[in-house]
Nanobody, 126 residues
Framework: QVILVPSGGGLVQAGGALRLSCAASGRTFSDCTLAWFRQAPGKEREFVAGIRWSDSSTVYADSVKGRSTISRDNSKNTMYLQMTSLKPEDTAVYYC???????????????????WGRGTQVTVSS
């Protein structure tokens, strides 16, 4: 069983930065893709960034590209999302997710991910 435990959310002013972490356990992740999604009130869950564990290949949503960096630490089985130049529209509950996609490209589709952590709230004040 895969367990994903996110941390690092909080309240930050516009223009500030946050780093989210997602500690993963339960299996090896060499054949997995891990990703961050977010969901704002009244909106659908949307892809933010993903990373293929085997080679650190990454994909970003246009909304965060250039402002965010996703990375992983294999020794700690932890994924990170460093977010900078935060905007009020980045306010959402952020979820980390995992999928056994093997060598497939990083997926941006919610339904491709079958392991989910609980959400962590990110609030950006204007």
């Amino acid at each position: 069983q895969v367990i994903l435990v996110p941390s690092g959310g909080g309240l930050v002013q516009a223009g500030g930065a946050l780093r989210l972490s997602c500690a993963a356990s339960g299996r090896t992740f060499s054949d997995c893709t891990l990703a961050w999604f977010r969901q704002a009130p009244g909106k659908e869950r949307e892809f933010v960034a993903g990373i293929r564990w085997s080679d650190s290949s990454t994909v970003y949503a246009d909304s965060v590209k250039g402002r965010s960096t996703i990375s992983r630490d294999n020794s700690k089985n932890t994924m990170y999302l460093q977010m900078t130049s935060l905007k009020p529209e980045d306010t959402a509950v952020y979820y980390c997710a995992a999928a056994r996609l093997y060598a497939r490209p990083v997926s941006t589709t919610v339904n491709d991910y079958n392991y989910w952590g609980r959400g962590t709230q990110v609030t950006v004040s204007s």
